[in-house]
């Protein structure tokens, strides 16, 4: 038996991995009914692995009720992003315009919330950009956040 394209590449969306992060908090938005998970707004830390001396934080919104629950709930695009410098910045040889540095799945199968990394040469800046993309389309909803390549003090 084959396994059609659409499928296999569900499947690869559905158990591909990013960065490893750090669940902050969450606050609930919608109050469901008992039992059921609410809708709530959570905040996320992760590190690039590729650059030493940045954090960043994300929000984003999450399904709740029944579909939540279970895991099956298509949660909103929506996301925003602050990035920051917390210790001296070291950067890894072959930093790529556009990498990946963060990936969470937004739905079963089709949603991603992305981060990809770019290098302002011009304001020796690191610029995150946070955007959810489906597999058949994408949505033009996104955030973004920089970090000036600044000295530490006593570096």
């Known amino acids: 038996m084959r396994f059609p394209k659409i499928l296999l590449a569900a499947l690869f969306v559905m158990f591909a991995t990013g960065a490893r992060a750090d669940d902050?908090?969450?606050v609930s938005t919608t109050v469901r009914y008992l039992g059921m998970a609410n809708d709530k707004i959570c905040v996320t830390a992760f590190r690039d692995e590729d650059v030493g001396g940045v954090v960043c934080h994300i929000s984003r919104a999450e399904t709740g009720g029944v579909k939540g629950k279970v895991g099956v709930a298509e949660s909103p695009s929506e996301a925003s992003i602050a990035c920051h410098q917390t210790g001296p910045i070291t950067?890894?040889?072959g930093l790529k315009d556009g990498e990946k540095v963060f990936k969470e799945n937004r739905s079963f199968l089709f949603k991603t919330l992305q981060v990809v990394r770019f290098y302002d040469k011009a304001n020796n800046s690191l610029v995150y950009l946070a955007y959810s993309d489906k597999i058949i389309?994408?949505?033009?909803?996104?955030?973004?956040?920089?970090?000036t390549i600044a000295p530490w003090p006593g570096e």
């Not at 389309?137 to 920089?146: D, E, I, L, R, T």
Request: charged letters at 20%; aromatic letters at 0%.
């Open 91 to 93: 950067i890894k040889d």
């Open 24 to 26: 902050i908090g969450c």
């Open 137 to 147: 389309n994408g949505s033009p909803k996104n955030a973004v956040s920089a970090v």
